[in-house]
């Protein structure tokens, strides 16, 4: 199979994850994806319009869209009017999506604690069956935090 047609496979799929993943509409996913794998040191909005083949609008939205939620900037060149858009930094952007997890985490370990409070004053019973439930799946939660705050600090010290 040809590097482009290898490209255009590579770029559906990861459409279709940043779909499912980063909740995308699929036109703003596509165009993401494009420039993820894209040798280009940035896309301008004209590639974009060809390679997607959507409407300007359309074009327009996505790539603001995108912009809005940190997922890529854009930069100029010197003498040249137009906007090249890029993935934004992408230890920032993989920091950002780190803490993201991260705060589901503490907020499901949070909401684990209060039930089992609740349980313990009002249903001693509940609360003694699922004690070892409990403990086993906050350790989890511990366990899942503290590498995720590893990665996050290690991700921080490579920009120094």
């Known amino acids: 199979m040809d590097k482009e047609k290898c490209k255009q496979i590579l770029i559906e799929e990861l459409g279709v994850h940043f779909e499912s993943e980063y909740s995308l509409p699929p036109l703003a996913a596509r165009i993401f994806a494009n420039l993820v794998v894209t040798e280009e040191e940035g896309l301008t909005f004209d590639d974009c319009l060809t390679k997607r083949g959507a409407s300007k609008s359309s074009i327009s939205t996505s790539l ?7 997922f890529i900037n854009y930069f ?7 906007r090249y858009f890029k993935v934004a930094e992408k230890d920032a952007f993989f ?5 993201q997890t991260l705060k589901r985490i503490e907020s499901e370990s949070l909401m684990i604690e209060k039930v089992a409070e609740y349980n313990k004053a009002h249903n001693p019973q509940k609360h003694e069956e699922n004690k070892e439930k ?16 590893k990665t996050i600090a290690d991700l921080k010290n490579l920009k120094q």
């Open 64 to 70: 603001n869209l995108l912009q809005q939620t940190g």
């Open 76 to 82: 100029t060149k010197s003498g040249d009017r137009k």
């Open 95 to 99: 920091i950002k999506k780190l803490n």
């Open 134 to 149: 409990k403990r086993i799946y906050i350790k989890c939660l511990e366990d899942t935090r503290e590498i995720y705050r």
